[in-house]
């Protein structure tokens, strides 16, 4: 399926399968998509901003220049994924979420998200990351090394 253009804004997803969809110029805003499954699906200049996308499933997908800002992913599966250009998860909750495998070669802000236990194996950044902010508390970081409690802004 095909999505150009669409806005869904106060919509219910929850559950919803959206696997090998394509959106373009779209946006998904204060809406409940929790454990929706958008498992390889390809995002080009869409927002999802403001959404529950609790354990949602987003394995697999191509991405370019899209934004999750306010969104809460928490428990979400954003691993192995493809970024292309920008890509944002500005005030978000991220926590216990993976983004094993993932390459990030454009630049990225998880600036003031709360990412604590995330999953960060094997992960690339390739260009600039905006950590500012950014709870990182018992994150499994790049290395495998987990993020001390109080680490913000920097795994320490």
């Known amino acids: ?24 110029n779209s946006r998904i805003t204060n809406s409940d998509a929790r454990l929706s499954i958008f498992k390889r699906v390809y995002l080009k200049s869409t927002k999802i901003e403001s959404t529950c996308l609790f354990g949602v499933n987003l394995a697999a997908s191509e991405m370019e ?3 999750f ?7 979400g599966n954003f691993s192995g994924m493809a970024i292309m250009g920008r890509f944002e998860f500005k005030n978000a909750k991220l926590g216990r979420s993976k983004f094993s495998g993932t390459v990030f070669p454009g630049p990225v802000s998880f600036n003031s998200s709360d990412l604590r236990k995330a999953n960060f194996k094997n992960v690339k950044f390739e260009n600039s990351v905006d950590w500012t902010g950014a709870k990182l508390g018992g994150a499994i970081w790049i290395d495998r090394k987990i993020c001390k409690d109080d680490s913000v802004g920097t795994c320490r």
């Open 1 to 24: 399926t095909e999505w150009n253009s669409i806005k869904l804004d106060g919509d219910e997803l929850i559950v919803a399968n959206f696997t090998e969809s394509r959106w373009f």
């Open 65 to 67: 220049n899209v934004s």
């Open 69 to 75: 800002n306010g969104s809460n992913g928490e428990e």
